[in-house]
């Protein structure tokens, strides 16, 4: 199995032949726009499954499946949390799959990025006990969690309560690196190679974690011409 997470910054209609390239079995995408707007869908998600949300219509949160696994929402979903949507994934595998896209909170600066997630998974605690995959755009790092304004989580208390669960990063696992030290972005800012940035993960439970193959993340080289992120792609046996 093989999940990938790639914000495609906007227009996904016209790049998505370029991820389906690799080959997903499960796909996340933040900042996908409204799937109405697609005239015409590859054959991958018309034979899969497909879920969307959004209040933007050209700036949401898309979650695609191959044919041999089917998504769905789970009942436990509260729209508080819009962008941190909690899925039934079932097919060769079964898990839950928490699609991500944390976002800032011009509002309420206390929950804005990292906070959102780390709220969250306070309110679907009893999930995370389940066989979990949490994959997407965090917007976040350890690097950051002494910045102001303060904020309800940091990136630290995030990782340690998911750790608490049996839940870590597949690509620090992988790679053997540390947080905040990571040798491999997956943002280049305002698509500039010398600010690069690692904000997007994917976690899982241990007894995936015991089954990962690979972890790649795309290079500059490759995809700064269609977004300012780069994907994340875990393949599992």
Not at 58 to 82: A, D, I, W
Request: hydrophobic fraction near 35%.
């Amino acid at each position: 199995m093989k999940i990938i997470s790639w914000n495609c910054n906007m227009a996904f209609r016209k790049k998505y032949d370029s991820i389906l390239a690799y080959k997903p079995d499960i796909l996340v995408v933040p900042e996908c726009e409204n799937l109405d707007r697609y005239s015409n869908l590859s054959s991958l998600f018309e034979s899969g499954h497909k879920q969307w949300i959004g209040e933007n219509q050209s700036k949401g949160l898309g979650v695609f499946s191959s044919s041999q696994y089917k998504l769905s929402v789970h009942e436990m979903y509260n729209p508080e949390f819009k962008y941190i949507l909690p899925m039934r994934v079932e097919g060769l595998t079964k898990f839950i799959l928490f699609a991500i896209w944390a976002m800032n909170d011009r509002v309420n600066p206390f929950r804005r990025y990292i906070a959102q997630i780390w709220l969250a998974l306070k309110y679907y605690d009893s999930l995370l006990d389940e066989s979990t995959i949490i994959c997407g755009d965090f917007n976040s790092n350890v690097i950051w969690d002494n910045e102001s304004p303060k904020r309800a989580g940091t990136h630290t208390d995030v990782v340690n309560y998911l750790k608490e669960k049996g839940i870590k990063s597949t690509y620090h696992v992988f790679n053997g690196e540390e947080q905040g030290k990571e040798t491999q972005p997956t943002l280049y800012m305002y698509r500039k190679k010398d600010k690069p940035y690692h904000i997007d993960y994917c976690f899982a439970s241990e007894n995936l974690l015991a089954r990962i193959n690979g972890v790649d993340i795309g290079s500059y080289e490759e995809w700064s011409g269609l977004s300012d992120h780069s994907p994340i792609s875990v393949t599992f046996e």
